[in-house]
Nanobody
Framework: HVQLVESGGDSVQAGGTLRLSCVAS???????????MGWLRQAPGKEREGVAT??????RYADSVKGRFTISRDAEKKTLSLQMDGLEPEDTAVYYC?????????????????WGQGTQVTVS
């Protein structure tokens, strides 16, 4: 069984910076098998959308965040981070950490099997 717990959400002004973290807990073999992890977000009244994904050291970003957000995963593979610079009001959303044992760099919600509870990011 794997659990994902996000932290780091906050309220900031436009142009500000936040760093989100997602810690995976569970059996080491289970965590190591999560070869694809990502951040997705859901704004009020909108569908959940992919923001950034990590797989085997490679990354992929939604066009809306390219050049502003950076996804990374630590060497122990237990923490997934999202560095968010140049935040815009349009970035306001609940941000979710997600993971799957399937390979790929999908930004599609349906391709992820494990989810955190979400952390709120508000940009004004």
């Amino acid at each position: 069984h794997v659990q994902l717990v996000e932290s780091g959400g906050d309220s900031v002004q436009a142009g500000g910076t936040l760093r989100l973290s997602c810690v995976a807990s569970g059996h080491t073999d289970s965590i190591d098998s999560l070869i694809t992890m990502g951040w997705l977000r859901q704004a009020p009244g909108k569908e959940r959308e992919g923001v950034a994904t990590w797989h085997a050291g490679t990354t992929r970003y939604a066009d809306s965040v390219k050049g502003r957000f950076t996804i990374s995963r630590d060497a122990e593979k237990k923490t997934l981070s999202l560095q968010m610079d140049g935040l815009e009001p349009e970035d306001t959303a609940v941000y979710y950490c997600a993971a799957t044992r399937r390979p790929g760099r999908s930004l599609v919600e349906a391709n992820y099997d494990y989810w955190g509870q979400g952390t709120q990011v508000t940009v004004s």
